[in-house]
């Protein structure tokens, strides 16, 4: 359904998430209703007590499984010949004379143009800023976040294509 996708598949978790957010206020409503209508004046006080320690509970189940997320991290290895990025079952193996030229893109300028494109490739388990973009020969471009001390270590590992000495893009 998907097809590998990543753009499409974050607009069909947005759309679940509204679709179960809706559903689960309607159904608070309805079952207080019910409550309501069903509990004898004398229990009523101990139901609305479980009754909202349940909607408590189902409220923190719901933020930490549709708030949190988890991403698996980046792997970086970089030889002499080759460049390899891996992040779970996706991995990317490019040969280093392909590589054309890195700039770092602001995280929020990230999101508003490259995050767009379906073609470009993201490794971003976490949005460290700035990010790097990496232009292949041949390719479309590569983002990349890797925190402060691994990035200063990579861009090093590059020196000649990291020759730019312009301040991160803003």
Do not use: C
């Amino acid at each position: 359904m998907l097809g590998g996708d990543p753009i499409r598949a974050e607009a069909v978790y947005w759309v679940a998430l509204v679709l179960v957010v809706a559903v689960a206020v309607m159904g608070t409503q309805w079952g207080w209703l019910w409550l309501r209508d069903a509990s004898p004046p004398e229990e009523f006080l101990a139901a609305a007590v479980w009754y909202a320690a349940a909607q408590a509970v189902a409220l923190i189940v719901f933020v930490a499984v549709g708030g949190i997320g988890w991403r698996s991290t980046v792997e970086v290895t970089l030889t002499t010949e080759t460049l390899r990025l891996r992040q779970g079952p996706t991995a990317l193996e490019v040969p280093r004379a392909a590589l054309r030229g890195l700039r770092h893109l602001n995280a929020t300028m990230e999101h508003r143009t490259l995050r767009r494109r379906a073609d470009v490739r993201r490794f971003v388990a976490k949005a460290h800023d700035p990010l790097l973009v990496l232009n292949i020969a041949g390719q479309p471009p590569i983002v990349l976040a890797l925190p402060d001390s691994e990035r200063t270590r990579f861009e090093q590992a590059l020196r000649p294509l990291t020759a730019d000495s312009r301040q991160p893009t803003a």
